[in-house]
């Protein structure tokens, strides 16, 4: 199972791994490319020692940069290894999703061939996941086409261990990226090695007019040529056949069209502010189908002649899968891998959005409700003022509660993972902040008070299945409670996991019988039996109801609901909790 604290080093490894990722794409040549990725990989990636064996014209790899250690940079960086010998390698060992460990168990018959390679001294391992110094991960790198750009070797992990599945799909990833990110270092190198000859060299401006065709037109990637400056600043004048099948538009339609016609709106700032020489910026293009890709722009000036017109060339990289791993990873960092819930972090940040720092005022009275409506008007909606905070009272609102029938705030319920109103840290020191404040019952007695019900739910049994049956089953009771307490809720309501046999649930617009009836509905879904293996088993579940108000932690208000939880559980006999 997760513990608590993965969630957390997680989401720190998939920030630092986009900071290191990020650093790929600011090199401005092959060889700072090629170092970019080795010191990233030490920076970012958890190992000590790590070198790109480069691909060379003739097939063998060369050592092209080496990171973590100077003695051993300087003894193997520049030697060469034959391919044979390489491709002996990448077919040993154990296969990790793309990569390619050689255990010592296994490496030592690769002790005289000609790849070049370090040692490391260091005790024999005491573990079995424990990294041997003789051991050897190595990640291919592989260009658009498939065929090998180079092999990331490294050594000496920090903490002392082979990489689990977290850390080989960061390293997998990583290498997808670096060969990316030297495809496109080997294709700048050429396009301006074009540009030079197109500036400086008159006579053979013929065939540096060709050499630009071909990388232009047969590029892996996206490229256009489009106006700079006056009134058609932007139009495109050409695109490449890359461009054309990115987009699903033909290259005669897209001479019709500027970035910014294409671009999603959200986007068109980022785009006019990298609209010139060195610009780079990561937005999305419109497709013909209607749908929207991720793309990551760099533009470069090209002139027409010595002193003829400028021009944009921009390459235009197609990043939609990298995207979708971000946010695939993102949604690992924030979720329960076992019952694909929110987890604990996830469950504090959404409950922290709702409340702010200041409490909401006390219910004014009838006669200082008078007062206000004759002498707290602010002057600019006519609407009362009461404390510093809007007293939001429209049609079908929940008036002096603070929540607003209509308008942009208002909770519809159409997305499961969002709750309306400002973030965690909400200003409140202006006069008007305009927070719809999160307020409570004041008592568990229905007073019409529609607020944020927290059901604090633990099971009743759990432990005695996990021990009787094993893990396997208490995971599969994990997961149906799971997926009964997510039925049971609305589309708007949060079901989260908190660790363990604890799951939390956040339902907006409630009042106190209304969250009553909830808990009793979920306790009735968790109670039938759950057949695991062809076996029944069967759970109970106490609850306990707290509610979130503006001036409370998130940390306080799941320690209140927990609270009344344990005095519901022990209120019951334990015959009568297993019952339900």
């Not at 005289?112 to 005491?126: A, L, N, S």
């Not at 995971?475 to 939390?504: K, M, S, Y």
Request: aromatic share 6%; proline share 5%.
């Amino acid at each position: 199972m997760e513990t608590e604290s993965e969630p957390y080093v997680r989401l720190a490894t998939l920030r630092q791994l986009h900071r290191v990722v990020a650093d790929l794409n600011t090199a401005r040549s092959l060889a700072d490319t090629l170092q970019t990725v080795v010191d990233g990989i030490v920076v970012g990636l958890g190992y000590e020692l790590a070198c790109v064996n480069l691909v060379r014209p003739d097939g063998d790899l060369v050592v092209a940069a080496f990171a973590g250690d100077p003695a051993a940079e300087a003894l193997i960086t520049g030697r060469v290894g034959s391919r044979a010998s390489w491709e002996r390698r990448l077919t040993m060992g154990e296969n990790w999703d793309g990569l390619r460990f050689i255990p010592h168990t296994e490496g030592w018959i690769l002790m005289e061939d000609d790849v070049p390679q370090w040692h490391t001294d260091g005790p024999d391992p005491r573990f079995e996941d424990e990294w041997h110094p003789e051991d050897r991960l190595y990640a291919p790198m592989y260009a658009s086409g498939g065929e090998l750009l180079g092999v990331i070797s490294v050594d000496r992990p920090r903490n002392g261990r082979r990489p689990g599945a977290w850390g080989r799909e960061a390293l997998q990833m990583y290498a997808f990226q670096a060969a990316i990110a030297i495809s496109n270092a080997r294709l700048r190198a050429n396009m301006q090695r074009a540009l030079v000859r197109l500036e400086r060299e008159q006579q053979a401006l013929r065939a540096s007019e060709e050499s630009f065709r071909q990388a232009f037109e047969y590029a892996p990637s996206g490229m256009a040529i489009a106006e700079m400056g006056g009134d058609q600043h932007g139009r495109l004048l050409r695109t490449n056949d890359a461009l054309c099948r990115l987009l699903g538009r033909p290259a005669s339609v897209l001479r019709r069209y500027s970035f910014s016609d294409l671009v999603h709106p959200e986007d068109i700032g980022t785009l006019l502010r990298t609209s010139a020489e060195g610009g780079r910026a990561e937005l999305r293009l419109g497709r013909r189908d209607g749908t929207y890709v991720w793309v990551s722009l760099r533009n470069s000036v090209v002139a027409d002649a010595a002193d003829g017109p400028r021009f944009l060339l921009t390459h235009v990289e197609d990043i939609e899968e990298r995207k979708r791993h971000e946010l695939q990873l993102a949604h690992r960092a924030s979720h329960d891998s076992l019952t694909g819930l929110p987890n604990s972090a996830e469950l504090r940040s959404r409950l922290g959005a709702r409340l702010c720092r200041r409490p909401q005022s006390v219910r004014a009275t009838a006669i200082e409700a008078l007062d206000a409506a004759f002498e707290g008007r602010d002057g600019h909606d006519g609407r009362p003022v009461h404390d510093g905070y809007e007293v939001r009272a429209e049609a079908g609102g929940a008036g002096e509660h603070g929540f607003q029938a209509d308008g942009p705030d208002r909770y519809t319920g159409s997305d499961p993972f969002d709750f309306p109103g400002a973030p965690a840290q909400v200003p409140t020191d202006g006069p008007y902040d305009h927070h719809v404040h999160t307020v409570a019952p004041a008592t568990d007695i229905d007073d019409g008070t529609k607020g944020l019900a927290v059901l604090f739910c633990d099971l009743d049994g759990f432990k005695s299945i996990n021990d009787r049956f094993g893990h396997h089953t208490g995971d599969a009771v994990l997961i149906e409670v799971a997926r009964r307490l997510t039925t049971g809720v609305r589309d708007g309501d949060t079901v989260a996991r908190l660790g363990g046999d604890e799951f939390v649930v956040l339902a907006d617009g409630l009042g106190a019988a209304d969250a009553a009836d909830l808990a009793v509905r979920l306790r009735n879904a968790i109670i039938p039996p759950i057949r695991v293996d062809g076996r029944a088993v069967r759970v109970g579940a106490s609850f306990g109801i707290g509610w979130a108000s503006c001036g409370m932690s998130a940390d306080e208000v799941l320690r209140s609901a927990d609270q009344r939880m344990y005095i519901e559980k022990r209120s019951r006999s334990k015959a009568h909790r297993r019952a339900g």
